[in-house]
């Protein structure tokens, strides 16, 4: 079992920043990536950005490319996503999640935090 927990969501104004952590506990051996998705209301949960945890590669999705980060500490098992130059379309409910498996289709990872609102306001 994988428990996932999020943290930093908040509010603020377009062009700001907030950082999102992601504190794994449990067996966290059996994780090979961590992954940021979000989602807007009325919309399908989307892929922010993974990376794979022995490599630390990391993939984003165009629409954040440049302006967020995903990185990981080890000794903490914690991941985060820093966020800079936030717009209004970032807007959603951001969730962590664990594989194997990897990529961007929601429907494959099987663990999953709760969530954070993150709201940017113009």
């Known amino acids: 079992q994988v428990q996932l927990v999020e943290s930093g969501g908040g509010s603020v104004q377009a062009g700001g920043s907030l950082r999102l952590s992601c504190a794994a506990f449990g067996y966290t051996y059996t994780m090979s990536c961590m992954a940021w998705f979000r989602q807007a209301p009325g919309k399908e949960r989307e892929g922010v950005a993974y990376i794979y945890i022995s490599s630390g590669t990391t993939y984003y999705a165009d629409s954040v490319k440049g302006r967020f980060t995903i990185s990981q500490d080890d000794v903490k098992n914690t991941l985060y996503l820093q966020m800079n130059s936030l717009k209004p379309e970032d807007t959603a409910m951001y969730y962590c999640?664990?594989?194997?498996?990897?990529?961007?289709?929601?429907?494959?990872?099987?663990?999953w935090g709760q969530g954070t609102q993150v709201t940017v306001s113009s």
């Open positions: 999640a664990a594989g194997p498996p990897c990529g961007w289709t929601a429907g494959k990872f099987g663990r």
